[in-house]
């Protein structure tokens, strides 16, 4: 089965600090990709989605992330983190032949001052 | 348009007494997807549905938990009997329908069964 991997279920940035969190995918055939936010007591929000297009997906709040075929990535980076972005990250995986939303186990960005 | 539209926001209710949540998808998508969210168990997909069909309900966790789609703008999800380790946050989320597309979450329904 189609699934995708978070490394990391906690990371911690400084303010103004590169912020990087990972997502692997598993599938023989390159699946369209999306990474969502969720801020406290609320439901996701889409960050950006891959579809195959450009590898280099930039997303709203500043945040991009680069599809690696190679590597079976899909991390989502921003340059320098800001105290509103504390939430939970999740990445997902929409297989090819399939409607199906699949989603990872979550990363909490927390940003300190 | 007003999004993905859930109901009740928070529910409380006894174990053993049936819940009834419902979603209202936004206007035009023909996917709807429904999704359970615990500490332990992240976010699972229990259902999804489209063009009104269920498509894929492998993820519903038993007998007790049902859902429907009568028609293209409501669907529900029931559990009967509720029990304790049924309380978590389910969020429906609805879909174009087409691969490339992103699903657009509702708010969610707390639910807690004591």
């Known amino acids: 089965a189609q699934s995708v991997t978070q490394l990391g279920s906690h990371v911690s940035v400084s303010e103004g600090a590169l912020v990087l969190l990972r997502c692997n995918y598993s599938?023989?055939?390159?699946?369209?990709l999306f990474w969502y936010v969720q801020y406290p007591n609320q439901g996701l929000q889409l960050l950006l989605k891959?579809?195959?297009?450009?590898?280099l997906v930039k997303g709203i709040n500043g945040f991009e992330a680069e599809f690696k075929k190679s590597e079976t990535s899909f991390h989502l980076t921003k340059p320098s983190a800001h105290m509103s972005d504390a939430a939970e990250y999740f990445c997902?995986?929409?297989?090819?032949?399939?409607?199906?939303?699949?989603f990872g186990t979550g990363t909490r960005l927390q940003v300190f001052p | 348009d007003a999004g993905v539209i859930q109901s009740p926001r928070h529910e409380v209710t006894e174990m053993g007494q049936e819940v009834t949540l419902r979603c209202k998808p936004i206007?035009?998508?023909?996917?709807l997807f429904w999704y359970r969210q615990t500490m332990m168990r992240g976010l699972e997909l229990l259902i999804y549905?489209?063009?009104?069909?269920?498509?894929?309900d492998s993820g519903m966790p038993e007998d007790r938990f049902s859902a429907k789609m009568p028609n293209a703008s409501f669907s529900t999800l029931k559990i009967q009997p509720s029990e304790p380790r049924d309380s978590a946050v389910y969020f429906c989320?609805?879909?174009?329908?087409?691969?490339?597309?992103?699903?657009?979450f509702g708010q969610g329904t707390r639910l807690t069964v004591v």
């Open positions: 891959y579809t195959s297009a450009a590898t």
């Open positions: 599938s023989s055939v390159p699946p369209y």
């Open positions: 989320a609805s879909s174009a329908g087409l691969q490339q597309t992103e699903a657009f």
């Open positions: 997902a995986v929409r297989p090819y032949n399939t409607d199906k939303l699949i």
């Open positions: 549905f489209n063009n009104n069909v269920p498509i894929d």
């Open positions: 206007s035009g998508h023909n996917s």
